[in-house]
């Protein structure tokens, strides 16, 4: 069955730190991989989506890489300001799945510093 | 705009009474997704609906109804025989299989 994890579940860091935020899963057989951002009591809001055959999708200051082998992701987030924090989290669609289920994790809750 | 509009955004009912939760598109999306929100849970998938007049159980159907009579709209229904419908909700749609997930804003429903 396949799990995601993130971890921390909590970042706190000073504005203009660069900073990466993990996720894992634990079945490497993935047919992408979304990030998304949710703002407290709001809906998600997609970020960067990663097809398999993809090792990176890059958007503005946001750049997420996949390593399925390892069945990793990273988003890294350049020069952290403080409209960017919010719990990120993410999500990845199963390779034999047709019906475009994602699993998420449980996010990571990040707040920058002023 | 084009978007997902979830209404109302805050539900409160008493128990064993059934409510229902609106979600309507207007991405011209054939597939649409309604997912649990609790802390610390993540999110879990109701059911899903990949095409008009057709929906399928997620992982945490019981409890739940839904039904898919036009493209735009994708309602669920809280029976009361959800055990625990205290939650965040989440509607979502796509276009297909490589395509990103779009959300709305959610309905925060209290049981009482």
Not at chain 1, 7 to 32: H, K, M, Q, R
Not at chain 1, 85 to 111: D, H, M, P, R
Not at chain 2, 82 to 102: E, I, M, V
Request: charged content about 20%; proline content about 4%.
């Amino acid at each position: 069955k396949q799990e995601v994890t993130q971890i921390p579940a909590a970042l706190s860091v000073p504005e203009g730190e660069n900073l990466v935020l993990n996720c894992s899963f634990t079945d490497s057989a993935i047919y992408n991989l979304q990030w998304f951002r949710q703002d407290p009591g709001k809906g998600l809001t997609s970020l960067l989506l990663i097809q398999s055959s993809q090792r990176e999708q890059t958007s503005g200051r946001l750049n997420a890489s996949l390593d399925k082998s390892s069945g990793r992701s990273t988003l890294y987030i350049a020069a952290s300001q403080p409209g960017d924090s919010a719990t990120y989290l993410c999500a990845v669609k199963e390779g034999s799945s047709n019906t475009g289920k994602l699993i998420f994790g449980q996010g990571t809750t990040l707040q920058v510093k002023p | 705009d084009g978007g997902i509009t979830q209404s109302p955004k805050y539900l409160f009912r008493k128990e064993g009474q059934n409510v229902t939760l609106s979600c309507e598109q207007n991405l011209n999306h054939d597939a649409m997704y309604w997912y649990r929100q609790d802390p610390g849970q993540g999110l879990r998938l109701i059911y899903y609906s990949q095409i008009v007049n057709d929906f399928q159980k997620g992982d945490i159907a019981e409890g739940y109804s839904v039904s898919r009579e036009k493209k735009e709209s994708f309602p669920l229904t809280v029976t009361s025989a959800q055990k625990n419908p205290t939650a965040f909700y989440l509607c979502a749609s796509t276009w297909g299989r490589d395509s990103p997930l779009h959300f709305g804003n959610g309905t925060r429903l209290t049981v009482t």
